[in-house]
């Protein structure tokens, strides 16, 4: 059975930072992508950072700010959030799949409240 597990999400003032983790199990992260996604209260779901064999994608507005980072070894994903923003705040979703933009598979989420 497929799990994605994130971690790390809670509540801080604007500029601070947060460390979000991602443990997979019944599925191998290493030659697939992996994703992080998020989705605020009335807002569409988006995509924020992808990894897949090196590549990194990162979304304007969390471009200079996140990084996605993945531990093959832990098969765990890590995305770093620096400087963040009250915009930031949203539920954050792991996901992985072939297709970086459609994942096979979705963690449960974890949310960020950023203020101000």
């Known amino acids: 059975q497929v799990q994605l597990v994130e971690s790390g999400g809670g509540s801080v003032q604007a500029g601070g930072s947060l460390r979000l983790s991602c443990a997979a199990s019944?599925?191998?992260?290493?030659?697939?992508?992996v994703s992080w996604f998020r989705q605020a209260p009335g807002k569409e779901r988006e995509r924020v950072a992808s990894?897949?064999?090196?590549?990194?994608y990162y979304d304007d507005f969390v471009k200079g700010r996140f990084t996605i980072s993945q531990d093959n070894a832990k098969n765990t994903v890590h995305l770093q959030m620096n400087s963040l923003k009250p915009e930031d705040s949203a539920m954050y979703y792991c996901?992985?799949?072939?297709?970086?933009?459609?994942?096979?598979?979705w963690g449960q989420g974890t949310q960020v409240t950023v203020s101000s």
């Open positions: 996901a992985a799949g072939a297709q970086c933009a459609t994942p096979d598979a």
């Open positions: 019944g599925y191998t992260i290493n030659g697939n992508c």
């Open positions: 990894m897949y064999a090196g590549f990194r």
